[in-house]
C-alpha cells in the first residue's frame, strides 16, 4: 500500500497543475489578443510611416504582383497565370509530367516560404491535377485527383 501512495499523489499533483494550467489560458489567450491587437496596429502604422517616404520604389514593385494574383482569380487571369507559372522553379517538370498544362486553369492554392501547392482544373471546371512543391527541400509531387494510383511525379528536382 506505502509504494501506491507516491504515484497517486504524483498523479493528483499533475493533474491539478494540468488543469490550473488550462483555467490560465483562457485569460492568456484574452490578452494575447488585445496584444496581437495592439500589434499589428503598431505594424500598421509601422509599415505606413516607410512607405510615406520612398512610395514610388516600395508601392509599384510589392503591390502590383500581389494584388492582379490575389483579386482576380477567375478566368481572365489565365494568361498571366500561365506566366507565373513558368517563373516557378518547378515549372519544367510540371509541363513534362502534365502533358496538356496549357490547357488547364492553375489555382494557386497555397504559396508561403515553406510549401506551395497547385490545383489544375479542366475547362468544365473539374480539378484533375495537384502539386505540391516543398521549397527548402525542391521536392516536387504532382497527384492525378483522378486516376488514384501512385503520384505522376515524387522526387527533388
Same mark, same amino acid.
Given at each position: 500500500? =506505502?509504494? &501506491?501512495r507516491?504515484? &497517486?499523489?504524483?498523479?493528483?499533483? *499533475?493533474?491539478?497543475? !494540468?488543469?490550473? #494550467?488550462?483555467?490560465?489560458?483562457?485569460? #492568456?489567450?484574452?490578452?494575447?489578443?488585445? *496584444?496581437?491587437?495592439?500589434?499589428?496596429?503598431?505594424?500598421?502604422?509601422?509599415?505606413?510611416?516607410?512607405?510615406?517616404?520612398?512610395?514610388?520604389?516600395?508601392?509599384?514593385?510589392?503591390?502590383? $504582383?500581389?494584388? $492582379?494574383?490575389t #483579386?482576380?482569380?477567375?478566368?481572365?487571369?489565365?494568361?498571366?497565370?500561365?506566366? +507565373?507559372?513558368?517563373?516557378? +522553379?518547378e515549372?519544367?517538370?510540371?509541363?513534362?509530367?502534365?502533358?496538356?498544362?496549357d490547357?488547364?486553369? $492553375?489555382?494557386?492554392?497555397?504559396?508561403?516560404?515553406?510549401?506551395? *501547392?497547385?490545383?489544375?482544373?479542366? #475547362?468544365?471546371?473539374? =480539378?484533375?491535377?495537384?502539386? @505540391?512543391? *516543398? =521549397? /527548402?527541400?525542391? /521536392? &516536387? =509531387?504532382? @497527384?492525378?485527383?483522378?486516376? !488514384?494510383?501512385?503520384? &505522376?511525379?515524387n522526387?527533388?528536382?
Amino acid at each position: 500500500m =506505502k509504494p &501506491l501512495r507516491p504515484y &497517486l499523489l504524483s498523479i493528483t499533483l *499533475v493533474a491539478s497543475i !494540468g488543469l490550473a #494550467a488550462c483555467g490560465g489560458s483562457d485569460e #492568456a489567450d484574452s490578452t494575447g489578443d488585445s *496584444v496581437s491587437a495592439t500589434t499589428a496596429e503598431a505594424t500598421t502604422t509601422t509599415v505606413a510611416a516607410p512607405t510615406s517616404e520612398p512610395p514610388e520604389t516600395s508601392e509599384p514593385s510589392t503591390t502590383v $504582383p500581389s494584388s $492582379p494574383t490575389t #483579386a482576380t482569380p477567375g478566368p481572365p487571369t489565365d494568361a498571366p497565370a500561365a506566366s +507565373e507559372l513558368a517563373g516557378f +522553379e518547378e515549372y519544367a517538370v510540371l509541363q513534362s509530367t502534365i502533358g496538356n498544362l496549357d490547357s488547364l486553369t $492553375p489555382e494557386i492554392e497555397t504559396d508561403n516560404p515553406n510549401t506551395r *501547392v497547385i490545383l489544375y482544373a479542366d #475547362a468544365d471546371g473539374r =480539378k484533375v491535377y495537384k502539386s @505540391i512543391y *516543398v =521549397k /527548402r527541400n525542391n /521536392r &516536387l =509531387k504532382v @497527384i492525378d485527383l483522378n486516376g !488514384g494510383g501512385p503520384p &505522376l511525379y515524387n522526387d527533388t528536382i
